[in-house]
């Protein structure tokens, strides 16, 4: 995880698309879950997951909760 323009930032890579489709709906699920929705971009192989909370105008431990969460999927 790192930072990019205010967002914490990953850039997960898959094996094939369908991984990392597979990937990003479990991102969806978790997120869900804790009401704190990131931003995902599914490319071919890859999966980037960006996180900030809006309201508050910055990171959060929301952000932090949610990558904990994701790392958790690997």
């Known amino acids: 995880?790192?930072?990019?323009q205010g967002?914490?930032?990953r850039l997960f890579e898959f094996p094939s698309?369908?991984?990392?489709l597979v990937f990003a709906s479990a991102v969806g699920?978790?997120?869900d879950k804790l009401n704190h929705h990131p931003?995902?971009?599914?490319g071919y192989g890859k999966?980037?997951?960006a996180t900030v909370t809006?309201?508050?105008?910055?990171?959060?431990?929301?952000?932090?909760e949610l990558a904990r969460r994701?790392?958790?999927l690997i």
């Open 1 to 4: 995880w790192g930072v990019e």
């Open 7 to 9: 967002a914490l930032t």
């Open 17 to 20: 698309y369908k991984d990392g």
């Open 29 to 31: 699920y978790l997120a």
């Open 39 to 42: 931003d995902l971009h599914i």
């Open 47 to 49: 999966v980037r997951v």
């Open 54 to 64: 809006h309201d508050a105008g910055g990171l959060t431990s929301f952000d932090f």
């Open 70 to 72: 994701v790392d958790g």
